[in-house]
């Protein structure tokens, strides 16, 4: 019998073609996992512009768009430089900074100086209203020195500036996209990532930024599924439909860590979440209603419902930001019924009505709900209003509600960033929603922002936080654990204690 002898063009094509079989020599189907991801929120988010929004939903979406001019490393939380190149101090009110050169927006368009300024000036513009206009407050003027150098002049030392470039509200957006469309619903910035499309209530989706000024992301395409019920969004993870979910609730954590082949990190956060009064309405702007609500507020027994997910402190400034002092911890008003009964019977409380108003959310709507029944305790009479995350974030930053429950996650990790924005009189009408007023707790916080010693920046947030503290214009109900839950098949996602993440380095 003579042998038979395949050519070796055959040869090649039949090993092509094996390779490109849809299944291995086993029968199964190729497990290799696409480069794409879909996350599960239980919210949409409220806008995609870093200038004209403020909160967690949308800037998960914001961050992997545009970029700022310097970062925090998620594992140090050290400031580095990302869009810039270099900065330099020749006095203390003066900081010129290099830019990186050669960036191109999404759109063509090219950054630079002058997109800086731009951004900065629409960040600061009170008729444009934004949220964070805070962080650069104590800019006075901004000054281009050339196509890649811009200069911030300040009225006084300002210690967060680094802190402050790094927000994801400080990052960079395309001057021609904002002045040509609406970048609220058309991102257009830097970053390793491009916007697709938004079909509200339903998903947004990114692609890859084939022209990224970095190595471009493994990652081909990000979709942000919006899924109401977060145990839907966990049957999605097990099944597959989805392979990342965080801001895990308390009720679904043991769910989530039995899920073969799923991830879970957990660390300690700087995030804070608390119940807030209106001050500008009554009885809410009484110290002794306030105090009877705080002694009759049992966070030791919220947060032993929340599966080691959450920390019990008082502090308005947690463990984990900087200004922090280990005694604030025992100055809050501790929990005592009997004392809060008292007050409310010797200034005529007895059956106040009050309405909780709160999103919808889980932890927001547990915190209701456990508030709701302890203050029913002692004497009030108390109702839960809920409405979906943007409608809510618009309805508090009017003043339209009583008490409500929101939350700071605190991107900088600095005490001056969070009690300047949230309790600082500049800011009632945007992101100080208790429309908190008090001129010497104003005072220490801006001491704390424009002094560039950090041992009198500690001593001054320190003070401000006793002060309110005392006021009470926020409950602290618990300092956050960070969460996050993701496919096996999923390398390099970081989540840093202010529970920012970037899909840059994510593969699968």
């Not at 300024?117 to 209203?129: G, H, I, V």
């Not at 491009?194 to 947004?204: K, L, P, Q, R, Y």
């Not at 009877?292 to 502090?315: F, H, K, P, R």
């Not at 500049?426 to 929603?433: A, C, R, W």
């Amino acid at each position: 019998m003579r042998k038979r002898f395949v050519p070796i063009c055959l040869l090649v094509l039949m090993i092509v073609s094996a390779a490109c079989s849809s299944e291995n020599s086993s029968g199964k189907e190729s497990t290799t996992p696409p480069q794409e991801i879909t996350y599960a929120s239980t919210s949409d988010a409220a806008g995609l512009s870093p200038i004209d929004t403020n909160d967690s939903v949308s800037s998960n979406v914001t961050y992997q768009v545009y970029e700022t001019l310097f970062t925090q490393d998620p594992e140090t939380m050290e400031i580095e430089p990302l869009l810039a190149e270099s900065y330099e101090n020749p006095d203390d009110n003066t900081w010129v900074i290099k830019l990186k050169e050669g960036i191109t927006f999404h759109d063509g368009t090219p950054f630079n100086a002058e997109a800086v300024k731009y951004t900065f000036e629409q960040l600061k513009d009170p008729d444009r209203a934004a949220p964070r206009a805070s962080l650069l407050a104590p800019i006075e003027s901004i000054e281009v020195e050339d196509e890649n150098t811009v200069v911030l002049n300040t009225e006084e030392p300002y210690g967060p500036m680094l802190a402050a470039l790094s927000h994801t509200n400080a990052a960079i957006v395309s001057p021609t996209a904002d002045q040509e469309g609406d970048i609220n619903k058309e991102p257009v910035g830097t970053g390793p990532f491009v916007f697709d499309e938004w079909v509200e209530g339903d998903h947004i989706t990114l692609t890859r930024n084939e022209d990224y000024w970095r190595d471009p992301a493994k990652l081909e395409k990000v979709t942000y599924k919006v899924v109401p019920e977060f145990s839907t969004a966990i049957s999605m993870l097990e099944t597959g439909e989805v392979q990342f979910i965080d801001a895990i609730a308390s009720d679904h954590i043991n769910r989530v860590e039995s899920i073969q082949n799923v991830e879970v990190q957990k660390t300690e956060g700087t995030r804070v979440s608390y119940l807030g009064f209106n001050m500008e309405k009554e009885p809410f702007n009484e110290l002794a209603f306030r105090q009877a609500v705080a002694y009759g507020i049992d966070q030791e027994a919220y947060v032993s419902q929340l599966n080691d997910l959450g920390i019990d402190n008082e502090s308005i400034i947690g463990p984990n930001v900087f200004g922090y002092q280990e005694d604030a911890k025992e100055k809050g008003y501790a929990y005592n019924p009997e004392k809060a009964k008292q007050l409310i019977e010797d200034n005529g409380y007895a059956g106040q009505e009050i309405t909780l108003f709160a999103a919808n959310r889980d932890n927001y709507m547990k915190m209701a709900e456990i508030v709701q029944s302890q203050l029913s305790e002692i004497g009030l009479n108390v109702s839960i209003e809920t409405m979906e995350w943007a409608s809510f974030l618009e309805s508090a930053r009017k003043g339209d509600y009583e008490m409500t429950f929101l939350g700071w996650s605190n991107s900088t990790a600095d005490g001056s960033e969070l009690l300047y924005p949230n309790l600082h009189s500049d800011n009632i009408g945007s992101s100080n929603y208790a429309r908190y007023e008090n001129s010497e707790f104003d005072k220490l916080v801006q001491e704390s922002r424009s002094s560039v010693d950090q041992e009198v920046r500690k001593q001054k947030l320190h003070a401000a936080n006793l002060i309110a503290m005392e006021e009470a214009p926020w409950i602290v109900m618990n300092h956050g654990i960070v969460t996050a839950a993701y496919d096996a098949s999923m390398e390099g996602l970081i989540v840093d204690p202010t529970g920012k993440w970037s899909l840059y380095p994510v593969s699968r």
